[in-house]
T-cell receptor, first 109, second 117 residues
């Protein structure tokens, strides 16, 4: 079956810092890759996705590139804001999604 | 104009009781899901229905029974509640699971926090 390993949290950064959250996976077949975000007290929402090798997903200043050779989908943002504080999930799959354990990110002013 | 809604938002109940959580989506999607999120935020799929037909049924105790009266609704009934059932339950929906289209986005509801005392 599929599995996802993502960076353990919590991660605390100052505003405007550079963010990387690492994610690697093992999968059978050719999964799509996603980052979902969960803001405090809310459900999950899609942040970005990539469906084939070398695709780059991007949204709200966040980016991640589907790296088939390294089975990775690392999330990056050049300058984080306080409003980016949330839990970030690396997710793989197509019909059935497999979630990473989530990384709690806190941005301090 | 909520896309995926769940009721109730909070549910506190005693061990041994039977309870239901309701989910509705107004996105016109064919596929709906139930997920369980534990206290460490780990999310795991429980069930998936496509056009009222069960397509994913993970290793879940048979005290949990999903019911889909139509493709816009997927309810979760739990019998004989146990302490370990305490969690946040999320409903989600996506376009047709059988379409073969990769990377279909799942849209999540706000969650139902179940506490079993």
């Amino acid at each position: 079956g599929n599995s996802v390993t993502q960076m353990e949290g919590p991660v605390t950064l100052s505003e405007e810092a550079f963010l990387t959250i690492n994610c690697t996976y093992t999968a059978t077949g050719y999964p799509s890759l996603f980052w979902y975000v969960q803001y405090p007290g809310e459900g999950l929402q899609l942040l970005l996705k990539a469906t084939k090798a070398d695709d780059k997903g991007s949204n709200k200043g966040f980016e991640a590139t589907y790296r088939k050779e390294t089975t990775s989908f690392h999330l990056e943002k050049g300058s984080v804001q306080v409003s980016d504080s949330a839990v970030y999930f690396c997710v793989i799959g197509n019909e059935k999604l497999t979630f990473g354990t989530g990384t709690r990110l806190t941005i301090i002013p | 104009d909520t896309a995926v809604s769940q009721t109730p938002k909070y549910l506190v109940t005693q061990m041994g009781n039977d309870k239901s959580i309701k989910c509705e989506q107004n996105l016109g999607h064919d596929t709906m899901y139930w997920y369980k999120q534990d206290s460490k935020k780990f999310l795991k799929i429980m069930f998936s229905y496509n056009n009222k037909e069960l397509i994913i049924n993970e290793t879940v105790p048979n005290r949990f029974s999903p019911k889909s009266p139509d493709k816009a609704h997927l309810n979760l009934h739990i019998n004989s509640l146990e302490l370990g059932d305490s969690a946040v339950y999320f409903c989600a929906s996506s376009p047709n699971a059988n379409s073969g289209t990769p990377g279909r986005t799942q849209y999540f509801g706000p969650g139902t926090r179940l506490t079993v005392l």
